[in-house]
């Protein structure tokens, strides 16, 4: 049984409009997340790391910034590109009908 759990329903944040289109542009996905390292609820949240000249990978944030986990991503970080794995799909979907 795996000790990780994560509450789907998104934490409710307003989406922007740009003003000329009208078009509606969702923020990036924020969960729920217990985290069994620090035995504490935490925010996580969808990024993209900022590289010079480019879009970065993805990645998955964490609300607590003194874990020393913080951003990694790796083994013992429970956080995984997986807790994500439909927005991603999402965002995939929408990026291919946009072409």
Request: glycine content about 4%; overall charge positive.
């Amino acid at each position: 049984m795996s000790s990780l759990a994560v509450d789907t329903t998104p934490v409710s944040r307003p989406a922007r409009r740009v003003r000329d289109k009208e078009t509606v542009v969702n923020r990036t996905p924020v969960k729920s997340f217990r985290c069994d390292v620090i035995s504490e609820n935490v925010t996580i949240a969808l990024r993209r790391r900022t590289v010079f000249g480019g879009r970065g990978p993805l990645f998955v944030r964490c609300s607590e910034v003194d874990c020393q986990y913080v951003d990694t991503n790796e083994p013992p970080c429970p956080l995984t590109l997986d807790l994500f794995a439909e927005e991603i799909r999402e965002r995939e979907a929408q990026r291919t009908q946009r072409r």
